[in-house]
T-cell receptor
């Protein structure tokens, strides 16, 4: 079945550590996105990529980094510069002419 | 003023009730309007998609867009406990891959049996 796979489902990070969240899609979608979801805040765009080897900052890119070396993969690194990383992270993809995004099941990141 | 406003609720209704969920927006360039349903600890799933103004019906769900008022609605008829979820409105000016959707904050709905 086609879809978006995010891993891990739960992730714990110590203060000062970088962590990488995985996002893989087999839908052959060109565009991929990372959103952060906090209670009462809705979905906020972190980064997005329209094609391989190209990506743009969203509204809250500080403290995050991404890469897009393959069409299928769009990993997100939460760096130690992100001061409040505890949140639910959602990856999404969109094909040209499609009706909106397809979302992954999310990764819950907690700083311990 | 935020681009998209959505009452976060929570909204509690008995089974069988008609539910009305709403969003307002400020950007007149928005042409594509979506409703997503998100169950707890899951990713959002697309529920309804509407282009420009008008109504769209799918089973118990009806989406309405009034561009003149910059107002969109989702109606749920004969609500069921399985409809208990957070409902997110989303919109964009285009539908090309690479367009970033703008989301409302979501309305949490609870349907009691």
């Amino acid at each position: 079945d086609g879809g978006i796979t995010q891993s891990p489902k739960y992730l714990f990070r110590k203060e000062g550590q970088n962590v990488t969240l995985s996002c893989e899609q087999n839908l052959n979608h060109d565009a991929m996105y990372w959103y952060r979801q906090d209670p009462g805040q809705g979905l906020r765009l972190i980064y997005y990529s329209q094609i391989v080897n190209d990506f743009q900052k969203g509204d809250i890119a500080e403290g995050y980094s991404v890469s897009r070396e393959k069409k299928e993969s769009f990993p997100l690194t939460v760096t130690s510069a992100q001061k409040n990383p505890t949140a639910f992270y959602l990856c999404a993809s969109w094909a040209r002419g499609a009706y909106g995004y397809t979302f992954g099941s999310g990764t819950r990141l907690t700083v311990v | 003023q935020k681009e998209v406003e959505q009452d976060p609720g929570p909204l509690s209704v008995p089974e069988g009730a008609i539910v009305s969920l709403n969003c307002t927006y400020s950007n007149s360039a928005f042409q594509y309007f979506m409703w997503y349903r998100q169950y707890s600890r899951k990713g959002p799933e697309l529920l309804m998609y509407t282009y420009s103004s008008g109504n769209k019906e799918d089973g118990r769900f009806t989406a309405q867009v009034d561009k003149s008022s910059k107002y969109i609605s989702l109606f749920i008829r004969d609500s069921q406990p399985s409809d208990s979820a957070t409902y997110l409105c989303a919109m964009s000016a285009g539908n090309q891959a690479g367009t970033a959707l703008i989301f409302g904050k979501g309305t949490t709905l609870s349907v009691s049996s």
